[in-house]
């Protein structure tokens, strides 16, 4: 199923909100095809998929209770290159976390991610678009059984707290997996690596687990697997004479 035809599948639906208010979906007008060629421009192809300048013309997004908005245009407008190098920004919640969609240096739309600064995670929300708005149904109907609410509320808490999500990059050096081995040669030694590659959603890692600097934050060019720093701990003459 197509991104646009999933979306219209979920029109008809009725949800009620928190307040006990029913609402719909409320569609945000479409581009033209002279605004998509210009959105096109600010990707890594210049291009955009056949389905999703499809989805653009049908509506740019669309209102739902429970997130600021849903826009299928956001190109450019989340930031983080460095983990995310081109990237559609999808939804916000209010608190400064983020659904976003990678693109990768080929055009192709791919996974939805939720990017949280508290604590500082990413998780594989989603493992494409259609099936994101069909997250995003799920939680109208169900709320906090849904797969948006689970990784909003829980998931997040449990990779800061428990999984990481890292690799160490030792193992990774040595892994039978060329890709994962050969990026990790590429990296300096105090390094954690990040693979979401072959993931299901739900899955995530802790981006910010070393400090809020990701400066030094190496994406694959390819493929979803991420080198994050890890800072070096000075003893304390170091510190004492700046080395």
């Known amino acids: 199923m197509t991104p646009t035809e999933k979306l219209r599948s979920i029109l008809t639906e009725q949800y009620i909100s ?16 002279q605004q998509i060629d210009e959105l096109a421009k600010r990707l890594p192809t210049g291009q955009i998929p056949t389905e999703i300048r499809e989805l653009l013309k049908f509506a740019r997004g669309f209102e739902f209770f429970g997130l600021e908005e849903v826009t299928f245009d956001g190109v450019g407008q989340f930031g983080f290159e460095e983990l995310f190098p081109n990237s559609v920004q999808l939804a916000g919640d209010g608190f400064g976390n983020f659904w976003i969609l990678d693109v990768d240096k080929n055009g192709s739309w791919g996974s939805v991610f939720y990017v949280c600064h508290h604590p500082a995670v990413i998780v594989k929300h989603s493992d494409n678009l259609t099936q994101f708005i069909e997250h995003v149904n799920d939680f109208g109907k169900n709320t906090n059984k849904s797969n948006l609410d689970i990784i909003h509320e829980k998931v997040v808490m449990d990779i800061w ?6 690799i160490g990059l030792e193992n990774a050096r040595k892994s039978n997996d060329t890709t994962l081995k050969d990026f990790a040669l590429s990296l300096p030694d105090n390094f954690l ?7 299901q959603i739900q899955n995530g890692f802790a981006w910010g687990k070393f400090g809020p600097n990701i400066g030094k ?6 493929e979803l697997i991420w080198g994050i720093e890890k800072p070096i701990k000075k003893g304390f003459l170091s510190k004492l004479f700046g080395r």
Do not use: M, P, S
């Open 161 to 166: 707290r428990k999984g990481n999500g890292f």
């Open 18 to 33: 928190e307040d006990g208010d029913e609402y719909k979906v409320e569609l945000k007008e479409g581009l033209t095809n």
């Open 193 to 199: 690596i990040a693979d979401l590659r072959h993931k």
């Open 217 to 222: 934050a190496k994406r694959h060019e390819t």
